[in-house]
């Protein structure tokens, strides 16, 4: 386990073994610790099942000082999105969007510190914390635990915008040349929008809940209330933009759909046009083809078989043609 510890208002960042933090954590009136455990490895632990004994295998809680029955779920990979008021703390399973995938990030967060717990350099926002705190300076570690949910609402705003201006490019590239391998490309961009609502909107509706509850409360400060009402503003649109992605994939699918009509519509029309042309052949083949009297008996001569079999195809063709020619669908196939 790796500890961090994020300094304010700088934003600098100092190492510290874990007896350290514990101490700072008892004793520094606003503290930021970042803490990076190894890659996720299979299921989360159940509530109460036991640990091997040896520090390094003690829950996060424990090592640090902050152990509770309700932080059960607090620094266990796996869970679900949560956010839980404790008392005087709050946590959070905080949803990450990196490098294209979901990760989660626990937080925990009292009046004097916040805990930020995550697995491996890739889903942490240790980077993301340092630049927030220069640039905003938190009061409190209240305030810096919005930064870090607006923060993990950006990656998400940032990978739907990037999802969002693909599907674009394909659906714009679809219209210059149809290729197999778009389909496959929609295919993979309508199942991350899915993904993305599918992390975001259960944790949405979890945070919007306890927030909602906790502003009802006489004694929550006001600028714990415009933080709150920030939060809520920003997961809307963020969750806007998500929806805006989801309708852009179907309509991509659509134009897809369309554009394959179209090109069937072309084939059958082609079909339609040969039809015309030989469907006249067809019958007056098939009418002289017949074995009756007056075929056998009358028409004996050479001019007689010229101007009847081959004559009346060469009008039926004739004016075939010129019916053709006249119709919609010659129009419509000489403008494709």
């Known amino acids: 386990m790796i500890v961090t510890v994020v300094s304010v208002p ?19 009136p606003f503290l930021i610790l970042g803490v990076e455990l190894g890659e996720e490895e299979g299921p989360a632990e159940a509530p109460g099942e036991a640990r091997a004994s040896g520090p390094a295998e003690e829950p996060v809680v424990r090592q640090l000082g902050l152990d509770d029955e309700d932080l059960e779920w607090f620094g266990r990979p796996g869970g679900s999105p949560r956010a839980e008021f404790l008392g005087d703390t709050v946590g959070f399973v905080v949803p990450v969007v990196r490098a294209g995938r979901v990760h989660h990030v ?9 805990v930020v717990v995550h697995w ?10 340092r630049a927030l705190v220069r640039r905003e300076r938190p009061r409190d570690a209240v305030a810096a635990l919005f930064l870090l949910l607006q923060e993990a609402l950006s990656t998400f705003r940032r990978a739907a915008v990037r999802a969002l201006l693909q599907v674009e490019e ?27 609502h599918h992390a975001l909107l259960p944790y949405l509706q979890g945070v919007d809940e306890v927030i909602t509850r906790r502003m009802l409360s006489p004694d929550f400060p006001v600028e714990r209330q415009r933080l709150a ?47 015309v042309i030989f469907l006249p052949l067809s019958f007056l083949t098939g009418f002289f083809g017949m ?10 001569t050479r001019d007689e078989f010229w ?30």
Do not use: C, K
């Open 10 to 28: 700088d934003g600098g960042t100092t190492t510290v073994s874990v007896p350290e933090a514990r101490r700072r954590l008892a004793t520094d």
């Open 106 to 114: 626990h937080a925990l967060a009292s009046a004097t510190f916040l």
């Open 120 to 129: 491996g350099r890739r889903a942490g926002l240790a980077g993301d914390i």
């Open 170 to 196: 394909l659906e714009d590239d679809m219209f210059d040349a149809r290729r197999p391998e778009q389909i496959y490309r929609l295919s993979q961009l309508r199942r991350h929008s899915a993904v993305l």
């Open 229 to 275: 009402q920030e939060f809520q503003r920003a997961a809307r649109l963020v969750l806007a933009d998500i929806e805006s992605l989801q309708d852009a994939s179907r309509r991509a699918f659509a134009s897809y759909a369309s554009l394959v009509a179209g090109e069937q519509n072309g084939v059958i029309n082609r079909l339609a046009i040969v039809s």
């Open 291 to 300: 074995n009756f009297e007056f075929l056998t008996n009358r028409l004996e």
């Open 307 to 336: 101007l009847l079999a081959v004559g009346l195809q060469m009008i039926a063709v004739v004016g075939s043609l010129f019916l053709l020619h006249r119709s919609r669908i010659w129009r419509q196939l000489r403008d494709d």
